[in-house]
């Protein structure tokens, strides 16, 4: 790589033109899914993992206590005795 040259545009890759455009790049698709409310915890962590690739998935009961940081790159499953999501998964 020849210095003073942009790594990107060796690549064709287009640099984002505005703020929100580069935010957007990094934002999933996706911030829940209430379509696994009732599936297992592996499913749920299976599918969640297809759609994001570098999730940690934290898998709780149903009634504990958490805490109430945010976090972009995690997933809670709240389960019940049987290991079923009883509530929607999402990002936080």
Known sequence: QEQGTNPSQEQNVPLPRNYKQALETNTPTKTSWPELV???????????????VDVQIQVS??????????????VRLYVDESNKVT???SIG
């Open 38 to 52: 009732g599936v297992t915890a592996e499913q749920a962590e299976t599918k969640i993992k297809e759609e994001m």
């Open 61 to 74: 009961p149903h009634d504990s206590f958490v805490t109430a940081d945010y976090n972009p790159k995690r």
């Open 87 to 89: 509530r929607t998964p």
